[in-house]
């Protein structure tokens, strides 16, 4: 069993920055990968990025990219989005989840995950 505790999220202007952290507790943290998705309200949940177990890969969905970048750090079991440029759109509850290793890649479907964090809220101002 793997627990995910996302936080970080907050109100933030358009143009600013955020960085949200999903710390991880149980089992070997560096057996997953781990991602971020998103629901707006009113919208079905999407994904967001994702990194390798290693931190060797790294995947973004075409809204994010060049925005958004995802990190880990193994050694303190967390995982990291550093949001860059936020724009209104990006406004949502923001959701961490962990694939094991040995998933397809890039694991972008909410199916391919196993566990999952009780989300951030990320508002974003015009």
């Known amino acids: 069993q793997v627990q995910l505790v996302e936080s970080g999220g907050g109100l933030v202007q358009a143009g600013g920055s955020l960085r949200l952290s999903c710390a991880a507790s149980?089992?070997?943290?560096?057996?997953?990968?781990m991602a971020w998705f998103r629901q707006a309200s009113g919208k079905e949940r999407e994904f967001v990025a994702v990194?390798?177990?290693?931190?060797?890969?790294?995947k973004y969905a075409d809204s994010v990219k060049g925005r958004f970048n995802i990190s880990r750090d193994n050694a303190k079991n967390t995982a990291y989005l550093q949001m860059n440029n936020v724009k209104p759109e990006d406004t949502a509850i923001y959701y961490c989840?962990?694939?094991?290793?040995?998933?397809?890649?890039?694991?972008?479907?909410?199916?391919?995950?196993?566990?999952w964090g009780q989300g951030t809220q990320v508002t974003v101002s015009s």
């Open positions: 990194i390798n177990w290693n931190g060797g890969g790294t």
């Open positions: 989840a962990a694939a094991h290793y040995t998933s397809s890649w890039p694991p972008k479907e909410g199916n391919d995950y196993l566990y």
């Open positions: 149980g089992r070997t943290f560096s057996s997953y990968r």
